[in-house]
Each structure stands twice: as C-alpha cells, then as structure tokens.
Nanobody
Framework: QVQLVESGGGLVQAGGSLRLSCAASVSIFRLNPMGWYRQAPGKQRELVAAITSGGSTNYADSVKGRFIISRDNAKNTVYLQMNSLKPEDTAVYYC?????????WGQGTQVTVSS
C-alpha cells in the first residue's frame, strides 16, 4: 500500500515562504507524475504543480514564478517551495502520486496566509 505523508504547512504572513514535503512509502519512481493539489473552503480541488519521473514540471498559472516543485529520489520525497505567498493561497494542500490508473493521496496539510 502506498502512503503519502505531507508536512510543512502552517501560518505565514503574506509575502512569506513555506516549503511543503511529501514523503512516499515507496520509491517515487513508481509514482508518475507526482503533484500538489489544493482545496480552499467552498472550492474544488485544483492542481498546483506536478513533476514527472523525468523531472518535467508544470504549474497552475496562479503560482507560476512563485512556487517550485522538486523531487529527491533518494529520499522518496517531493517538495513544494512556496514563495511570495498571498492570502488566496490559503488552502489544504494535498500530495498526489499516480501508479498506472491508481491515484494516491496524502492526508493534506493546512496552509494559511494572513494579510
């Protein structure tokens, strides 16, 4: 069973930074792509950023230039560096990994950006 465990969320002021981590219980080469999603109250879950096993990345327009997704294959961990945070970035952030047709999710970590 694949488990994804997020960490690194918290409360930060606007303009600040946070780094989220997603530790996988299996080799992340088995999960392709891996990504970060977020869900704000009353809104649908949306893709924030994704990274393939080959290192290709894509980002939501709303976070381009501010967020960076990366992976450490040796640690089976994916990161999301979030800079220049805005109040509208407030949400629960979820890690996701796909293995074939199966999609795995972490439990989520809360990010709150105060103005």
């Amino acid at each position: 069973q694949v488990q994804l465990v997020e960490s690194g969320g918290g409360l930060v002021q606007a303009g600040g930074s946070l780094r989220l981590s997603c530790a996988a219980s299996v080799s992340i080469f088995r999960l392709n792509p891996m990504g970060w999603y977020r869900q704000a109250p009353g809104k649908q879950r949306e893709l924030v950023a994704a990274i393939t096993s080959g290192g290709s990345t894509n980002y939501a327009d709303s976070v381009k230039g501010r967020f960076i997704i990366s992976r450490d294959n040796a640690k089976n961990t994916v990161y999301l560096q979030m800079n220049s945070l805005k109040p509208e970035d407030t949400a629960v952030y979820y890690c996701n990994g796909r293995s074939g047709s199966i999609s795995y999710w972490g439990q989520g970590t809360q990010v709150t950006v105060s103005s």
